[in-house]
């Protein structure tokens, strides 16, 4: 038998602009734990540590994006990766990728995280 799993809402889909990424703290804890990244209408999520050294990813609240806004950047080493897939292109951490965040899109354009409670 599988374990039920629960959403948690995000945001709506509307709530993110063209090339913007936001990070997000479903725990409450203080800590964004995943961030999601809208480009080209469609988005790509992930847990926000890089592969490198297990350290978040924005020097700021929500700058996960370089100045070019085509690649999530590390703060910590510049390490860069690719947006659709969270490979590394570039940096310490060469061929390691970003871990996916388990987020849905609804009909009505909400996002949710999705984990097995």
């Known amino acids: 038998m ?5 959403l948690i809402h995000l945001c709506k889909l509307s709530d993110l ?7 997000f703290d479903p725990h409450n804890d203080g800590y964004n734990t995943l961030f999601i990244v809208r480009q080209q ?4 999520a ?3 540590r890089c592969p490198h050294q297990g350290i978040t990813l924005p020097w700021r609240k929500h700058a996960y994006l370089n100045g070019k ?9 510049g390490a860069e990766f690719d947006i659709a897939t969270g490979e590394c292109l570039s940096g310490p951490c060469l061929g390691q990728s970003l871990e996916k965040a388990p987020v849905i899109l609804e009909d009505d354009g ?3 995280l999705q984990y097995p409670s």
């Open 17 to 23: 602009e063209e090339s913007e990424a936001r990070g």
């Open 41 to 44: 209408n469609s988005i790509s």
């Open 110 to 112: 909400s996002l949710y």
């Open 2 to 6: 599988s374990e039920p799993e629960t």
């Open 46 to 48: 992930y847990i926000d």
């Open 69 to 77: 806004q085509n690649r999530i950047v590390c703060s910590g080493h």
